[in-house]
């Protein structure tokens, strides 16, 4: 059988899981009116920063007693700076079950050496059993494991009257699926995530119980300046309204204002669901006829929305040594690149081999749909090289 090339190709071929595609009709021209070349203290920029608080705030609908505020370091930097500002004050669970989960890990071991640390980590494409999380204590977890393509499946396993904080990493998550929020005291995300902004630049959420602790508590341990969300036992108020840390990029705050007016334009937040569920259906519908692949994930609940991530079932490929399949996924995903069909759909680096695409609401699920034809073409061209 001859394995023909399809014929329609996604216009734009950008599926990467971080930074992510930008927005439909993205062009730089979209942010000439960027406050460039002047101090970000000035009154003209610190209203273009608290616009990016405000309209994510209200975009989001998060609880009107929750702070938010614009972080040096990205996600990473705003997980961490509510890691090493929030906890000490009683015992620590922390929940990994992919790659970043597994950093907050060692951030907890290593980092803080926190004496007592429970943690719950899970093998590939599953989760841990949320059932053994001990509420009593504070919590750190990812709602959806980009790297494991693993989400969680609500936040019905989070106890409204916990004594402890939840800290959630919700970077590959807020802006694609519910989350909620009254169940995270901490949420953190990064503006290269789901809405396809510039890197370097976090966001940090915070319930009023973080706020008490963070005036109740002070840890033991050194606190960088750039994690420094309070001093002397007291919020620093300036952050949570555009006065940040450390000096941001103006023209990557005119990006994500651009890309925030863009999802009110298209109806708000359940919209970017709604355009990611699709791409998610789309590629849920292909591996449900396509006999040579699975997706990571072990149940459908739990299929992240955003991450989409499966693998090559074939006992042809599973008999290989995990480097040979490395090699074989490179040659399919190199084919795609080389059609200019798919960027960047090459699993995550230190997870076993699998393809990862992007499904985020940026993403035309009408891409996802001309993308699906190719994987199956480039698929079977490098499975002939292998006389299989
Ligand atoms: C779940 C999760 N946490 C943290 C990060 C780190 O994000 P950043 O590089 O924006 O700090 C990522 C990046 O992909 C992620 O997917």
């Known amino acids: 059988m001859t394995n023909e090339k399809p014929i329609y190709k996604p216009k734009n071929p950008n599926f990467s899981s971080g930074p992510t595609s930008k927005r439909p ?34 975009i989001l609908g998060l609880p009107k007693d929750y702070v938010l505020g614009i972080m040096p370091g990205s996600d990473t930097g705003a997980l961490e700076a ?24 060692i951030d907890a071991v290593e980092q803080l050496k926190l004496k007592d640390l429970n943690v719950h980590q899970a093998e590939f494409g599953e989760l841990p059993d949320l059932t053994k999380v001990d509420f009593t204590r504070d919590v750190i977890f990812t709602w959806n494991g980009t790297t494991a393509g693993v989400k969680v499946p609500d936040g019905n ?7 402890g904080l939840t800290i959630c990493d919700a970077t590959s998550a807020i802006f694609a699926m519910p989350i909620n929020y009254d169940k995270c005291d901490v949420l953190t995300w990064s503006w290269q995530k789901v809405l396809g902004g510039e890197a370097a630049h976090g966001m940090l959420a915070l319930s009023p119980r973080a706020i008490k602790r963070l005036e109740s508590h ?24 555009g006065k940040t ?4 990029s103006m023209l990557c705050v005119e990006d994500a204002i651009d890309t925030l007016l863009w ?31 699975e997706f990571v994930s072990h149940k459908k609940e739990t299929c992240s929305n955003t991450g989409i991530t499966f693998q090559i079932t074939e006992d042809w490929f599973t008999n290989m040594d995990v480097n040979q399949q490395r090699e074989v996924m490179k040659k399919i995903v190199s084919l795609l690149a080389i ?25 035309e699920s009408s891409d996802i749909r001309a993308l699906l034809p190719w994987i199956e073409w480039a698929y079977q061209e490098v499975k ?5």
């Open 25 to 58: 009709n993205w062009s730089l021209s979209n942010l000439e009116q960027a406050v460039l070349g002047r101090s970000h203290r000035a009154e003209e920029c610190n209203i273009r920063l608290k616009e990016v608080i405000e309209r994510s705030k209200k």
């Open 82 to 105: 509510s890691m090493w500002c929030l906890l000490g004050a009683r015992g620590v669970d922390v929940l990994a079950w992919d790659n970043f989960g597994k950093d907050w890990v």
């Open 263 to 293: 999802v009110e334009s298209i109806g708000g937040l359940n919209t970017l669901f709604e355009r990611s569920n699709e791409s998610f259906e789309y590629i849920a519908a292909w591996i449900e006829k396509t006999t040579w692949v």
């Open 218 to 241: 002070q840890p033991s341990w050194p606190i960088p300046k750039a994690f420094r969300i309070a001093e002397n036992k007291k919020i620093s108020t300036g952050i949570f309204e």
């Open 245 to 248: 840390i450390n000096t941001p």
């Open 339 to 363: 059609e200019n069909v798919a960027n960047d759909i090459n699993g995550y680096p230190k997870e076993p081999p699998s393809f990862r695409v992007w499904g985020g609401g940026t993403i």
């Open 157 to 163: 396993w989070i106890p409204s009257d916990r004594e």
């Open 384 to 388: 002939i090289q292998y006389n299989k």
